[in-house]
């Protein structure tokens, strides 16, 4: 080896060597697991900057100016083999996992300094053939506890040696040379070196494609559904896999280098940019906070500088410096050393950043034993038809900070984004019960690894999708000859959020702890009283203590005073806010409709806040609705829908079953409680009308009331929201693009929207189309920039100072002017597919059966309409232990009807109807008052049966839960037409013979007016009269053998099997229900008192401080004052000696 010096012929000739090994084996031994790896016909060989074989002159760069050499080699082996054994007592009779590997190619370019030799930087790109893997739920497991067991060494091993190469990074000077090459080819080395150079250290694993089969084992990781007892298998199929490691980037630079990144397509940099200037101005308000001034006014100087494309500032930590510096004469003339320390310090704050972008994925339905081969069917998959040309389906990103050295300084916390694009998910039943009984078995193994570890995992996270659609289809019971029944039901959003930072206190939306303390204040304004149907004693508070205290901001993690890298992690991230902005519902697949959407939601938002307690075992989640909830539905969509809530049932029964049977399950619990604050349920319904059906003059329609009302106002107030907004928030609000033109399509080649962005009604909404076509003219527009010749940034040399000239022409003629070839390869097999999937975009998109939006939903038939509104409602389900109960609690039931109207003007009418209403004020002091009896309670409970055994007496399936309806219906006023009350039997009316659910319904003063509007079949028949029904106390009650019976009320809805129960005592009722009320407003007085004390202990610590402070101050004072009185007498002393010195030497000369 040559001794390290100046770069020579020496260096030369061994950074040119190739290598080839027959084979290599390296075993790996350990308590934990024992593994090898075994890699066949290895070779190392120089390679050019296109990754060609060539001259060794042009394997070779040299930088003309900074003294650095750039070196290209490729390492490539044709076939390796992993495989590894877990030895834990819990996996020791695990399967070992074998994992293959074809031909793979790796790039590697080595960035030296020729003054020294030393290594300054190096980029590794892994580019492997496509891989088929098959892995069994053991092999999983033993996976995941081999990699616990080697995680901790690795994290220790890797943290301590990238701190210490990252105080080499920051400390490496950049030489200046002089070369002899002319003027021409120093510029032209100059371009290819900077287009190769290697800014920062970089790992990359480009994957074309990798199909993963998942196969579970006979054991609890097996469902015992009976079309599972054979087992199932799951595809996962991956397309353009690339997974970025950066270990060594600046936490203030930009990512402009990076291969493929495209920063300004990345919506979560101003998420990123914002936590860290947020994270600097508590640092320093933490380690040096300013005094208090007299003016609250904020100079310019101290304003926190705008965070840039991604880090706190692109500026250097003296810049930064004299940026944040303050400038208030009355504090201090300049910035204070130690603020001046923090700022130098956090200007060398850097970050381990790892980046996963996939262009495309595709998870099939489980494929069973049972059934015959057919094409699998996809289970999730992308909505390409939704994406530009090269957007990718996922990008997450994780980031890890640090600061060079051993340093013990605060830094960020770890943050974590995930952006996932257009996915649609199919609810498949087999699937989805293979995956309830699949993921908790491998997933314990996972967190038995996570016990091991003492620190608990503490992160940022934000995720979010964009335009996911939830899929619920059609069984086989489905009738093509029924032209309202839809094929399939779709649940959208524009997008979905989820995370557990909080947004910033100035913001005025969702995700603030103000919005929490909203929701657990509306909830409480809406629950009945503890104890009053439809509560019971056993019933668990959907508020959790967690709720009231993040909403109080009195959960932060005590992290003490002392300097530490967590000392800033105070901020509780145990809370979740989910949010869907907005989320609608449609019907697709009818004929009636053109095989276009139909809603059955209207457009509303929706926000939930989630807390867990032991894990995933106790989940609380409190939602609210904001707005008016519209709902429509027809008979055929309400058999639909039926079907489908029987699936459902299905499933989460054989899920719970299954979580049952995992080990050390106990006994879990969900409790979700919600607000409504309205709800309109519109009833279609036949037309009335006779010879109204297929009329096309339209001007003799009668309208309703409600019609005519919306076209006398005409206003903006009433325009449709939700075919409106879904265009207009079909795109995150963060993310800014703007829609270059092009030339426009023929009229023939333009293809029609999606069928699943479609809307109805007859307004000419576009949006989504010409979405599409912008972000299709903003991508042409993208690409066509990235392959001009950019002479800014591209450059190359070569390590042979003798031979610059030929190294210039050959690299000249044959390196184009892209990025690295392994990316360019990469990207280029992007491209091709997305160009694949524009043209079968266009070719599906143009089947006859696809329209614009405005003809989508054009219907002349005639319907009726029945609309029931519901406000105020609070809803709470909780289910644990094998039971599940739903409880419903609304106000003002009221009803309005509509005789005749077009189907098209109803659709029209439908979506005007939220932007109309307005939620009613709110009154300060309702939270202090209980909640006056409901008009409409409801209580639904499941109770889990037994399982169904054969003639074998062997377990075959679930039987159905054993259910009870009960509900209370008093003080309403309703008026129904006689036509609809007959129609409204019909709609309810199924299809199939269901066994009758118990129920029992106690009615109190309800009045029921019914105008009868047929017409008499004789003309001698007087006219008709209307029907008043007045019902005082009534109790119906239906068993399980479907006799209704009908009779007095009870005291409390009880079982239906004793009916003989004692009349009802008033007084004794009104005194228990006072009771009652005393009690919760006692229980919710208590819960305020709690909270009370708590902050009355925060204040009083906090006055403490103040008054020490106080004390300090006057302490300080005190000792200026001493110290100044001292300064005087000191200077008087100085006086007199200098006085009595001149008396003294007077008098010596007086003597003299």
Known sequence: MPIPGKYSYIHKVIDGISVAVNQVQIDFRCDAFTSSVQISRVTVESRTPEGRKGDLRLTRIKSPDTGQLLIFKELEWQSARIEAKAHSAATANLQPLRLLFGNTHCRIVIKKRLSDCAVMGSRLAIRPEPLAWALTDGQLRAALACAAALSEPIKKATTAATRAKAVRKIEEPREQIQSRSSTGDRDILARMFAKHDVRETSYHLLAPRIDLHLCDDPGLGRSEMPLLTTGGALQVTLV???????????????????????????????????????????????????????????????????????????????????????????????????????????????????????????????????????????????????????????????????????????????????????????????????????????????????????????????????????????GPEHVSQQRDRPKELQLCTARATLTNVRESPRSNTAGTRADLAAILAALQRSAPPRGQFPCSSDDLDPIHEKFILHADNLDDIERGTAVTPEMLWRENRSIWCARVEPLWADFCGARATNYKPAPLLDATPLTAWMCFDDGLSHIWVVARTCGLAGLQLNHYQLLFLMRQLERISEMTAWLAYDTARQPEADNGSIVVGAVVPAVELTIVLPSNCPGLESSRDLDSVPLDS???????????????????????????????????????????????????????????????????????????????????????????????????????????????????????????????????????????????????????????????????????????????????????????????????????????????????????????????????????????????????????????????????????????????????????????????????????????????????????????????????????????????????????????????????????????????????????????????????????????????????????????????????????????????????????????????
């Open 240 to 474: 353009s896999i690339q997974a970025d490691l950066f270990p060594y980037h600046k936490a203030t630079g930009d990512r402009r280098h990076w291969r493929g990144y495209r920063e300004s397509a990345t919506p979560h940099s101003q998420w990123l940019s914002q936590a860290l200037s947020s994270f600097c101005g508590t640092l320093l308000e933490s380690l040096d906070p300013r005094p208090i001034a007299p003016s609250n006014k904020t100079s310019q100087s101290e304003r926190v500088e705008e965070p840039m494309s991604n880090g706190i500032s692109h500026k250097p930590a003296s810049q930064l410096s004299a940026s944040t510096a303050p400038s208030n004469a009355n504090a201090t003339s300049q910035a204070s050393p130690t603020r001046t320390r923090i700022l130098q310090q956090l200007g060398k704050l850097m970050t381990t950043c790892l980046v996963l972008r996939i262009d495309d994925f595709t998870i099939y339905k489980v494929s069973t034993g049972s059934k015959s081969r057919e094409t699998p069917r996809p289970l999730v998959s992308a909505e390409k038809a939704t994406l530009p040309g090269d957007a990718g389906l996922l990008h997450a990103e994780l980031t890890f900070f640090y600061y060079p050295g051993d340093v013990c300084f605060p830094v960020p916390a770890p943050k974590l984004y995930v952006q996932l694009s257009p996915v649609r998910v199919s609810v498949d039943v087999v699937s989805f019960v293979w995956l309830g009984a699949f993921l908790p078995h491998v997933a314990h193994a996972a967190s038995a690894a996570a016990d091991e570890s003492e620190q608990e995992a503490y992160m940022d996270v934000r995720a979010e999708a964009i335009m996911p659609k939830i899929v619920l289809e059609a």
């Open 706 to 1152: 409600s019609s005519l009302q919306d076209l006398k106002m005409g206003s903006e107030a009433t325009m449709a929201p939700s075919m409106m907004d879904r265009d207009n928030t079909s795109l995150p609000p963060q993310a800014s693009i703007e829609i270059c033109s092009a030339q426009p399509l023929p009229a023939e080649e333009i293809p029609p929207p999606s069928p699943g962005l479609s809307f109805g009604g007859d307004m000419p909404f576009a949006g989504f189309s010409s979405m599409r076509r912008g972000f299709n003219s903003l991508v042409t527009s993208i690409d066509s920039a990235l392959t001009r010749d950019d002479t800014r940034s591209d450059a190359a040399s070569t390590a042979s100072s003798d031979s610059d000239r030929y190294v210039v022409v050959g690299l000249a003629a044959e390196s184009p002017d892209d990025a690295d070839s392994a990316f360019r390869e990469f990207e280029h097999g992007r491209v091709s597919s997305g160009v694949e999937v524009a043209a079968e975009v266009v070719e599906r998109s143009s089947s006859p059966s696809d329209h614009s939006v405005t003809s989508s939903c054009r219907r002349r038939d005639m319907i009726s309409t029945c609309t029931w509104r519901l406000n105020n409602i609070h809803l709470v389900h909780q289910s644990g232990g094998g039971k599940s109960c739903l409880r419903l609690v609304a106000d003002d039931l009221n009803t309005d009807e509509c005789s005749a109207i077009p189907w098209d003007e109803f659709q029209n009418k439908f979506s005007m109807r939220a932007r109309a209403w307005t939620e009613p004020a709110v009154d300060e002091n309702a939270e202090l008052r209980p909640r006056e009896t409901p008009r409409v309670a409801a209580r639904l409970i499941q109770t889990a049966s037994p399982r169904l055994l054969n003639e074998k007496g062997e377990p075959q399936g679930l039987q159905a839960p054993t259910e009870l309806l009960e509900a209370r219906v008093r003080d309403l006023s309703l008026a129904l037409n006689m036509s609809t009350a007959l129609a409204l039997a019909e709609f309810i009316e199924d299809e199939i013979v269901a066994p009758p659910m118990p129920l029992e319904i106690l009615i109190e003063n309800i009045k029921l007016h019914l105008e009868e509007d047929r017409p008499t079949r004789s003309i001698s028949s007087p006219p008709p009269q209307p029907l008043d029904i007045d019902l005082t106390t009534l109790r119906l009650t239906r068993d399980v053998t479907g006799v209704v019976r009908l009779g007095p009320p009870m005291s409390t809805p009880s079982t239906i099997a004793s009916p003989a129960t004692p009349q009802p005592q008033p007084e004794l009722d009104a005194a228990k229900e006072h009771i009652n009320r005393l009690s919760t407003e006692n229980e919710e007085l208590r819960k305020r008192l709690v909270t009370l004390a708590r902050i009355a202990e925060d204040n009083r610590e906090l006055r403490a401080k103040v008054e020490e402070a106080s004390v300090l101050r006057q302490c300080v004072h005190a000792a200026q004052q001493e110290a100044a009185s001292l300064l005087a007498d000191k200077q008087e002393l100085l006086e007199a000696v200098r006085i009595l010195q001149e008396q003294i030497s007077g008098g010596c000369r007086g003597k003299r």
